[in-house]
Structure formats: structure tokens, C-alpha cells
């Protein structure tokens, strides 16, 4: 079985500060792990996925995460925040390689706030 | 490229009735798509899986009565509502994955049932 945790439900910054999103995760396999960000009323966008290759992960718009096995994390960052950054911020693994035609679980999402 | 669409984008509906929504790739095939429901500022729930040309999957507790999967053609999936009742209101989001390739997601679709 799979399961992720998102620490954070609510997470506030300023503007031109960093951001850091926190995500654990717990599975039987090696995983395939996800942010999708979703911005209010919209559909979710692939921010970044890690697939067994570079434990570091770059995404769009500056963002990054870093997978760690041995904490079982693979918690989001990006160094300095925008205004428009501010949305709900999914991590979610898969027990396939891609998460293609696998199943996905999502965590319970973490609402980032950016402050002027 | 990897775009996903959905219609509609809103629906209102009687209690009752029967909704249908559709979920296309726009410019890849997509050998498997998922329906997920989300409640308000709650995350994202699968109900089923559907591969082209087979029965839909539902995950546990999902009635496969009530929501009808039809995944005819490579480009699109449907989603039926049937006898829909208040508490089926809910944003409903497709994805579709090309082979074993990532899930890319649709704009959602917000029913509402009076």
C-alpha cells in the first residue's frame, strides 16, 4: 500500500522568500513521486516528478524537490516566492515507474499562501 | 503538447436527472484515463479506471451503477452521473496517460444537483 502525508495544511510567505512544502511518503515499492499544483477552479499541473533518476528534481517555474529515501521525503521548494504561486499544492506517489497507467494517491494538499 | 479537456466546465442539473461529461486528449492517444471526484478544499478521491475498448475499473465504495465509465475511442472518456442527487455534487477531474507515461489532468468538470 501506498500513502503520502503533506505536514503542512496552510503554509504563509512573503514575497521573495522561500518556500518550502513538506511531503513524506510511505510505499511497499520503489515510488514514482509528484507535485501537481491547482490553481482555484482549475485542473492540476505537473510541477515536477521523480522516476528513479537524479534525487534532485527540477520543475517549472522554479520550483525543485529532492528525494530522500532514507527520510522518506520529497519535500518542495523554490528560493524565492511569487504572488502568483499562491494555490493548492499536491504530493502524490505511485507504485509504477511513471504514474501513467498506476495508480496515484494524493495527499491532503497544502494551501500556500504569498504575502506582499 | 498533453492536453486534456473537459465539458463541461459547469453544470447545474435537477435532482433526478442524468448528467454526462466528457474528458478528450487533445493531441495523444490515451490508452488509460481516470475519473477523480474532489469535495471542496479536500484532495483528489480516484473512483475508477477505464482502458480503451474495456470496463472501467471503480475503486472501493464507488457505485459503478451510478456513475457510468465509457472509454470508447483512444481520445475520449465519459462520465455519467445517473440519477443524480445533491450529494453528488462535487468537482469531478479526468486524467489520460499514453501507455505507461504520466497522468496529465483535465480542467475539471463542477456539478452542482439541486
Known amino acids: 500500500a501506498q500513502s503520502v502525508t503533506q505536514l503542512d495544511s496552510h503554509v504563509s510567505v512573503s514575497e521573495g522568500t522561500p518556500v518550502l512544502l513538506r511531503c513524506n511518503y510511505s510505499?511497499?515499492?520503489?515510488?514514482?513521486l509528484f507535485w501537481y499544483v491547482q490553481h482555484p477552479n482549475k485542473g492540476l499541473q505537473l510541477l515536477l516528478k521523480?522516476?528513479?533518476?537524479?534525487?534532485l528534481v527540477k520543475g517549472i517555474n522554479g520550483f525543485e524537490a529532492e528525494f530522500k529515501k532514507s527520510e522518506t521525503s520529497f519535500h518542495l521548494t523554490k528560493p524565492s516566492a511569487h504572488m502568483s504561486d499562491a494555490a493548492e499544492y499536491f504530493c502524490?506517489?505511485?507504485?509504477?515507474?511513471?504514474?501513467?497507467?498506476?495508480?496515484?494517491?494524493f495527499g491532503t494538499g497544502t494551501q500556500l499562501k504569498v504575502e506582499l | 503538447g498533453a492536453v486534456v479537456s473537459q465539458h463541461p466546465s459547469w453544470v447545474i442539473c435537477k435532482s433526478g436527472t442524468s448528467v454526462k461529461i466528457e474528458c478528450r486528449s487533445l493531441?495523444?492517444?490515451?490508452?488509460?484515463m481516470f475519473w477523480y471526484r474532489q469535495f471542496p478544499k479536500q484532495s483528489l478521491m480516484l473512483m475508477a479506471t477505464?482502458?480503451?475498448?474495456?470496463?472501467?475499473?471503480?475503486e472501493q465504495g464507488v457505485e459503478k451503477d451510478k456513475f457510468l465509465i465509457n472509454h470508447a475511442s483512444l481520445t475520449l472518456s465519459t462520465l455519467t452521473v445517473t440519477s443524480a442527487h445533491p450529494e453528488d455534487s462535487s468537482f469531478y477531474i479526468c486524467?489520460?496517460?499514453?501507455?505507461?507515461?504520466?497522468?496529465?489532468f483535465g480542467p475539471g468538470t463542477r456539478l452542482l444537483v439541486l
Open positions: 486524467s489520460a496517460s499514453r501507455l505507461q507515461e504520466t497522468q496529465y
Open positions: 510505499s511497499s515499492y520503489s515510488p514514482s
Open positions: 521523480y522516476t528513479s533518476a537524479a534525487t
Open positions: 502524490v506517489v505511485s507504485e509504477g515507474l511513471t504514474g501513467g497507467g498506476n495508480k496515484l494517491t
Open positions: 493531441d495523444f492517444q490515451a490508452t488509460t
Open positions: 477505464s482502458n480503451e475498448g474495456s470496463k472501467a475499473t471503480y
